[in-house]
C-alpha cells in the first residue's frame, strides 16, 4: 500500500461548489504539507502543517483551508471553488528535521468549470 | 526570499547519452539543502537525489549526479546513460535549514524527454 494515500483522485466540480481533497499517511510523520501544480509554475505551498494542532499558510492560500484531523489526516478545502483553482494537488509528508525528504502523494487532477 | 530558476523548459537526449539539467538558485543563507525530484508521466514526485550545502563534495546517487557550485548558486543534475524511463519532469528545489520551517521552494520544472 502507498505510504501517502490521497482522494480523489481526479475530481470536476462546477464554479461556487464546495470541494474537500482527503491526504492520509501511514509513515508516522507529524509535518504535512498541500501543494498546488500548474504549468510553467512549478509548485507552490499552500497550506503546511507541523502537528494537529499547529496549521501555517503558504505562498497561495486565500481561497483555501484546511483541517488536520489526526496525525495522519490532512484535508484541503476549497469552499466556493473558481475556475483558476483547476490544478494537480499534492498532499506529501516529512520527518521533522532538516533535509528530510518530502513524500508525496498520487496527485489529485481537479477541474472546475 | 528564496528563489530556484529552472531555466530549461524541455530538454531531450537520445538513449544512452548524458544529459545536464541546470538549476540556479538564490539565497543569503549559509544552510540549505537542495534537492532535485522526478515526476514521470504517472505524476508519482521521486526523489532523485539530495545535497547538504555544508558538503562540498557532490552527491551521487548511480547514474545521477550533481554539480553544486556553492558560491555561484549553482546545482545542476547530470544523468548519465540516459534511460527511457528517465523521462519525466524534473524538478530542482531548495530548503532552508535553522529556522524549523522545513519548506520547500521548487523551480518550474524541467520536461526531459529521452529518445530510443
Known amino acids: 500500500d502507498a505510504d501517502v494515500t490521497q482522494t480523489p483522485r481526479n475530481r470536476i466540480t462546477k464554479t461556487g461548489k464546495r470541494i474537500m481533497l482527503e491526504c492520509s499517511q501511514t509513515?508516522?510523520?507529524?509535518?504535512m504539507y498541500w501543494y498546488r501544480q500548474d504549468p510553467g509554475l512549478g509548485l507552490r505551498l499552500i497550506y503546511y502543517s507541523f502537528d494537529v494542532k499547529d496549521i501555517n499558510k503558504g505562498e497561495i492560500s486565500d481561497g483555501y483551508s484546511v483541517s488536520r484531523q489526526a496525525q495522519a489526516k490532512f484535508s484541503l478545502s476549497l469552499e466556493s471553488a473558481i475556475p483558476n483553482q483547476t490544478a494537480l494537488y499534492f498532499c506529501a509528508t516529512s520527518a521533522g528535521v532538516g533535509g528530510a525528504e518530502q513524500y508525496f502523494g498520487p496527485g489529485t487532477r481537479l477541474t472546475v468549470t | 526570499a528564496q528563489t530556484v530558476t529552472q531555466s530549461q523548459p524541455e530538454m531531450s537526449v537520445q538513449e544512452a547519452e548524458t544529459v545536464t539539467l541546470s538549476c540556479t538558485y538564490d539565497?543569503?543563507?549559509?544552510?540549505?539543502?537542495l534537492f532535485w525530484y522526478k515526476q514521470p508521466p504517472s505524476r508519482q514526485m521521486i526523489l532523485v537525489i539530495r545535497q547538504e550545502a555544508y558538503k562540498q563534495q557532490n552527491a551521487t546517487e548511480n547514474r545521477f549526479s550533481v554539480n553544486f557550485q556553492k558560491a555561484a548558486k549553482s546545482f545542476s543534475l547530470k544523468i548519465s546513460d540516459s534511460q527511457l524511463g528517465d523521462t519525466a519532469m524534473y524538478f530542482c528545489a531548495f530548503m532552508k535549514v535553522g529556522s524549523g520551517t522545513y519548506k520547500y521552494i521548487f523551480g518550474t520544472g524541467t520536461r526531459l524527454k529521452v529518445l530510443a
Open positions: 509513515k508516522g510523520h507529524d509535518r
Open positions: 539565497t543569503s543563507e549559509n544552510n540549505y539543502y
